[in-house]
């Protein structure tokens, strides 16, 4: 099964973020530049979760196609799918939109989106860069390293710091589910499941921090502190 290959009429991206006002604008600009780099209309969502650091101030800093809505879930999946859940009551021309998500504490390259819709794919699923290591060993670098390069264009990562897909097909596999942690895997094997196309381009990177406590149970940061325990051991 695959969906329309046609270049999208516009683009959708969704930052879910909690308690993250020190990172967002850097996220936000970096945004700000890959949608000068397309043609189509960017519309970039931010889902405030449960915040309470004053993150709300920002709204209206970023201009008109930048929208915050707040939630009070507690939990990233859900989190993901409110902000698609909201681009959708506004453009809700599936079979024209791309949707795309990243991390408030990333940065997406200024060819982001320009990679991300070019390969005419289904799913089209990135890979993060530290640019800047500051939490962790030399040691738990080396390790994080050797593990994490792939050897061709190709990778088996999954992040949602950096993933993206058609409206129609993430719609027909029912979106991200409301889980606190994994939700990206899950939604990929969804859309693998369904016999969808997924691209995975080991060039198509984003910039994340190597922060040591993380928002999501067992995601990156996690990873990290589990590399730190095994390098100690």
């Known amino acids: 099964m695959r ?6 009429s516009q683009i959708v991206v969704v930052v879910p973020a909690h308690n993250e006002a ?3 604008p850097a996220c936000l600009r970096a945004l700000a530049t890959a949608a000068l780099a397309v043609s189509a209309p960017v519309l970039t969502v931010v889902v405030l979760d449960s915040c309470d650091d004053g993150s709300e101030q920002l709204a209206g800093e970023f201009g008109p196609d930048v929208h915050f809505v707040s939630v009070e879930a507690g939990n990233v999946g859900a989190a993901r799918a409110a902000g698609f859940a909201y681009a959708r009551g506004i453009h809700d021309d599936d079979a024209a939109t791309w949707y795309a998500t990243t991390d408030a504490d990333s940065q997406v390259d200024a060819d982001w989106l320009v990679r991300m819709t070019a390969p005419g794919a289904d799913m089209v699923l990135g890979v993060v860069r530290v640019p800047s290591w500051r939490n962790f060993s030399a040691a738990v670098v080396r390790r994080y390293l050797s593990a994490y390069r792939s050897g061709g264009p190709g990778h088996h990562h999954v992040h949602g710091a ?8 993430y719609w027909h596999v029912g979106g991200f589910r409301p889980l606190e942690t994994g939700e990206d895997v899950d939604l990929v094997d969804r859309v693998k499941a369904a016999g969808l196309l997924v691209h995975r381009d080991s060039n198509l990177s984003v910039a994340t921090s190597d922060r040591a406590e993380g928002r ?3 995601g990156f ?3 990290l502190r589990g590399l730190s325990r095994k390098a100690a051991s």
């Open 3 to 8: 969906f329309s290959a046609t270049a999208p």
């Open 22 to 24: 020190a990172h967002l």
């Open 162 to 169: 950096n993933m993206g897909f058609r409206a129609d097909a």
């Open 216 to 218: 999501a149970p067992n």
């Open 221 to 223: 940061a996690g990873h």
